[in-house]
T-cell receptor
Framework: DGGITQSPKYLFRKEGQNVTLSCEQN?????MYWYRQDPGQGLRLIYY???????QKGDIAEGYSVSREKKESFPLTVTSAQKNPTAFYLC????????????????FGDGTRLSIL | KQEVTQIPAALSVPEGENLVLNCSFT??????LQWFRQDPGKGLTSLLL?????REQTSGRLNASLDKSSGRSTLYIAASQPGDSATYLC??????????FGTGTRLKVLA
């Protein structure tokens, strides 16, 4: 079955440590996204990528980094510069149509919950 | 700055009721709108997508509409069931790939 796989499901970070969250999709989608979800708040966009080897910052990119070396993979690194990393992280993907964006549904993984030790 | 409000924030209804969830955008220039369902500790499941040329979408007991003049959308759930209990989120885009999400409505359907 096609879908998005996020790993690990739970992750703990020590002070000063960088951690990487994995996101893999086999839907053959061009666009991939990383969101952060905090209690009582809507999802906030961290980074997105419309095509391999290209990505753009979202609203809260500070303290995060991404890469898009393969179409199916879009890993997110939470760096030590991110002072409040405890949150639920969601990866999504969608087909791009070359014109206006957002006119295809976004598909989500099951998320990674990151906590501070 | 575009902001999204979902009303009510929480809702508890007996099984079988028809119900309406509301979503409104501060900027009415919404191009596409998507409704999602989120179960506790899980990712989002896409329910309905209203594309730029559409005003309404239906899937089974769900119907979503978008009034572009006011920037408001409603999700109608007919004959609610306990399995419908979840958080429902709306998200809209103004023609880019960037969706703006609401904070959700937590629905509980009582058996």
């Amino acid at each position: 079955d096609g879908g998005i796989t996020q790993s690990p499901k739970y992750l703990f970070r020590k002070e000063g440590q960088n951690v990487t969250l994995s996101c893999e999709q086999n839907l053959n989608h061009d666009a991939m996204y990383w969101y952060r979800q905090d209690p009582g708040q809507g999802l906030r966009l961290i980074y997105y990528s419309q095509i391999v080897n290209d990505f753009q910052k979202g609203d809260i990119a500070e303290g995060y980094s991404v890469s898009r070396e393969k179409k199916e993979s879009f890993p997110l690194t939470v760096t030590s510069a991110q002072k409040n990393p405890t949150a639920f992280y969601l990866c999504a993907s969608s087909i791009t149509t070359g014109g206006y964006g957002g006119n295809q549904p976004q598909h989500f993984g099951d998320g990674t919950r990151l906590s501070i030790l | 700055k575009q902001e999204v409000t979902q009303i009510p924030a929480a809702l508890s209804v007996p099984e079988g009721e028809n119900l309406v969830l509301n979503c409104s955008f501060t900027d009415s220039a919404i191009y596409n709108l998507q409704w999602f369902r989120q179960d506790p500790g899980k990712g989002l499941t896409s329910l309905l997508l209203i594309q730029s040329s559409q005003r309404e979408q239906t899937s089974g007991r769900l119907n979503a509409s978008l009034d572009k003049s006011s920037g408001r959308s409603t999700l109608y759930i007919a004959a609610s069931q306990p399995g419908d209990s979840a958080t429902y989120l709306c998200a809209g885009t103004s023609g880019t790939y960037k969706y703006i999400f609401g904070t959700g409505t937590r629905l509980k359907v009582l058996a």
